[in-house]
């Protein structure tokens, strides 16, 4: 089967600093990949390309044969582009980034009635069906301010779901949150993944979710993939001596030691 | 020196138009600053330069010059380039073009103080740019400028006296002319006073509320 998320040689400067230094990737549609690696190592920045937040300074991309920024296209065949790349992937944030000012079935509806077209009616239905997915049913109409970390991400999460995209992109969902909430995240992010309807990038610092909820794990460091293997090789023999010591490192730590 | 309370209320007839005309050029002089406020923002925001850079120079030769010699150069320069405005409406676009450039910084904060992610989640969203605006960032942004804005408006009733010095008669004025015929100015010019420190009082509680409930409302 041919890749849903595709990338070739892909590169990404800010400023000074190179945080991408070539990165090929293929994922395939329905896989759930883990990336972990220290921070700084450019995980985050390769979500927020795949999301076609950010355009990448060399190489290609492609979503689902979407190329969000051909080159030479420019105006409103670009903008065409970007939002066929973007209809087909959403992303959950490490900080929620939900809108303030709407109710958790506001930030739910939004982007279904503006986007999708949908009647504002059928919308809602379709809303408390993904809040009641993710546990929220009763939190229909209350704020974020009223919510905790935990129903937070839970309604940023519903409100991906809402667009129904072939691939979410999980960007450390867990490391704003208090440790107590964390350990429902991860069973609903296991659910998720076990349905096998989308395709899953996550960036966690989790080694066990990792190794126990994914079929792939990427290893990252300084901008590029050190080691690319199934879990089981990943953490029981990694190939190579930086992914040995960092897991170790956060093992210990997960451990409580 | 005694207070003459009998004058002073024979002056209300007097007073009471021209504080009328005082209160119009403020609202017309609002309504500019607003909205014209809202567009240097959003030009000084633009990519293309030659739209962010006349729009950041007219801010800056704005805020940099009196606004009285502003008045004054609406005043001559209009009817020299053949546009005939009355003195109240040059004196309203005056105070409106004046006061735009300080809200158009107001704006700007304003905007940017919604943080990056909001925009982000937008995107990821593929809202449309006109909608991320209408409805996500603009109404965030406003909740947090009201305040600023609010006190521009005081800052521009109180600046209204100016207009007199182009033929405009607002309360200050009226105030002058019934002193003149009197020769008695303690009466009026006291009650010019109050009026302008109960209206000021008023607009800023106003506002106060105004705030008050846009935050509930937006919970922001």
């Known amino acids: 089967m041919s890749p849903i998320v595709s990338l070739r040689g892909v590169r990404k400067r800010y400023g000074e600093t190179e945080v991408l230094r070539g990165v090929d990737l293929d994922v395939a549609p329905g896989e759930t990949v883990s990336i972990i690696g220290p921070s700084g190592s450019g995980k985050s920045t390769l979500l927020r390309i795949v999301m076609a937040l950010d355009e990448p300074d060399a190489g290609t991309i492609t979503i689902d044969g979407e190329m969000p920024w051909a080159a030479g296209a420019k105006g409103r065949a670009a903008s065409a582009r970007l939002r066929r790349a973007r209809e087909r992937v959403g992303m959950v944030f490490q900080h929620f980034n939900l809108f303030p000012h709407m109710t958790a079935l506001g930030n739910v509806t939004e982007a279904p009635v503006r986007v999708l077209g949908l009647e504002r009616g059928a919308a809602q239905a379709r809303a408390r069906e993904h809040l009641a997915r993710v546990g929220l049913e009763d939190k229909a109409g209350s704020y974020p301010a009223q919510l905790s970390g935990g129903q937070r991400q839970r309604v940023a999460i519903a409100r991906a779901l809402a667009m129904q995209p072939k691939v979410m992109l999980f960007d450390e969902i867990t490391s704003a949150l208090d440790p107590e909430l964390v350990g429902g995240l991860l069973a609903l992010l296991r659910e998720l993944a076990q349905q096998r309807t989308m395709t899953m990038l996550i960036v966690t610092h989790h080694m066990k979710f990792a190794e126990a909820s994914s079929d792939r794990v990427l290893f990252f460091d300084r901008g590029m993939i050190v080691e690319d293997a199934p879990p089981a090789a990943m953490f029981g023999a990694p190939r190579d001596e930086r992914v040995r010591r960092f897991v170790e490192a956060i093992s210990a730590v997960e451990r409580g030691g | ?220």
């Open chain 2, 1 to 220: 020196m005694s207070f003459d309370w009998s004058y002073a209320a024979s002056l209300a007839p007097v007073l009471a138009p021209a504080l009328w005309v005082t209160v119009q050029a403020t609202l017309a002089g609002t309504a500019i600053a607003l909205t014209l406020g809202l567009l240097l923002a959003l030009a000084r925001r633009a990519q293309n330069a030659l739209v962010s850079r006349p729009a950041a120079a007219f801010v800056e030769l704005v805020r940099r010059t009196p606004l009285l010699v502003q008045l004054y150069f609406l005043f001559f320069a209009l009817p020299a380039a053949g546009v005939s405005l009355s003195p109240f409406a040059t004196g309203a676009l005056g105070l409106g073009l004046h006061y735009a450039a300080y809200c158009a910084e107001v704006y700007r904060a304003g905007i940017e103080s919604v943080p990056r992610g909001q925009w982000e989640a937008a995107a990821a969203l593929n809202l449309p740019r006109a909608h991320t605006w209408l409805r996500i960032v603009l109404p965030q942004a406003i909740a947090r400028m009201v305040p600023a804005l609010g006190n521009y408006v005081v800052a521009m009733f109180k600046e209204t006296p100016l207009l007199s010095a182009i033929a405009v008669v607002e309360l200050l004025q009226a105030a002058k002319i019934a002193g003149s015929e009197t020769f008695r100015y303690v009466e009026p010019m006291t009650l010019v006073g109050a009026i302008f420190l109960v209206l000021s009082l008023v607009t800023a509680k106003g506002i106060r509320v105004l705030e008050a409930r846009l935050a509930r409302a937006l919970h922001a």
